[in-house]
T-cell receptor, first 116, second 114 residues
């Protein structure tokens, strides 16, 4: 399995507080992603990174920010958490490659976040 | 816009029975297609992928999938289901714009009866 560690694995916090989730990889993969998973919606992309300090928005980026200061770490921040952000958050990584083929993504075990 | 549809939200099969999970995609060009499995409390694990070539793709855990361009489908099959196959299954298509982005279907939850 790909070396991906998400922390924390579980978190309960209150509305209005800042929250930061961490994704750490040991595979030296170029691309990293944050998703949220909600029943009936599958996985929805929040933000992704295509290199150190290079990030872009996904389909559900409102209320979230990210940072990638090192190849191995990708942080997801909820500046002021809301109850609608209660979800399971997954980090994924993918090898950049050079052959224009869509390489698969590999996933961490997720962070269950509850916002009360 | 590209999309993935998994028509079945829940499927129940008996152990030892055959399985087919449906996936339909909407994509203008030749798609990159993937199937993932998620066990409770865990992340997604790649079962198989289709990039080009042979339209019947073999994956891990005895699964296979067949790409049918005329039907825009990429259905997942297994000839004999085991109780340990109970999980949620996600079909995904490579999204436009590069960076190996994916678009996921909503998933199919598989229950296996003894």
């Amino acid at each position: 399995d790909a070396g991906i560690t998400q922390s924390p694995r579980h978190k309960v916090t209150e509305t209005g507080t800042p929250v930061t989730l961490r994704c750490h990889q040991t595979e030296n993969h170029r691309y990293m992603y944050w998703y949220r998973q909600d029943p009936g919606h599958g996985l929805r992309l929040i933000h992704y990174s295509y290199g150190v300090k290079d990030t872009d928005k996904g389909e559900v980026s409102d209320g979230y920010s990210v940072s990638r200061s090192k190849t191995e770490d990708f942080l997801l921040t909820l500046e002021s958490a809301t109850s609608s952000q209660t979800s399971v958050y997954f980090c994924a990584i993918s090898d950049g490659g050079g052959n224009n083929v869509n390489q698969p993504q590999h996933f961490g075990d997720g962070t269950r976040l509850s916002i009360l | 816009a590209q999309s993935v549809t998994q028509p079945d939200i829940h499927i129940t099969v008996s152990e030892g029975a055959s399985l087919e999970l449906r996936c339909n995609y909407s994509y203008g060009a030749t798609p990159y297609l993937f199937w993932y499995v998620q066990s409770p409390g865990q992340g997604l694990q790649l079962l198989l992928k289709y990039f080009s070539g042979d339209t019947l793709v073999q994956g891990i855990k005895g699964f296979e999938a067949e790409f049918k361009r005329s039907q825009s489908s990429f259905n997942l099959r297994k000839p004999s289901v085991h109780w340990s196959d109970a999980a949620e299954y996600f079909c995904a298509v490579g999204a436009p714009g590069g960076y190996n982005k994916l678009i996921f279907g909503a998933g199919t939850r598989l229950a296996v009866h003894p």
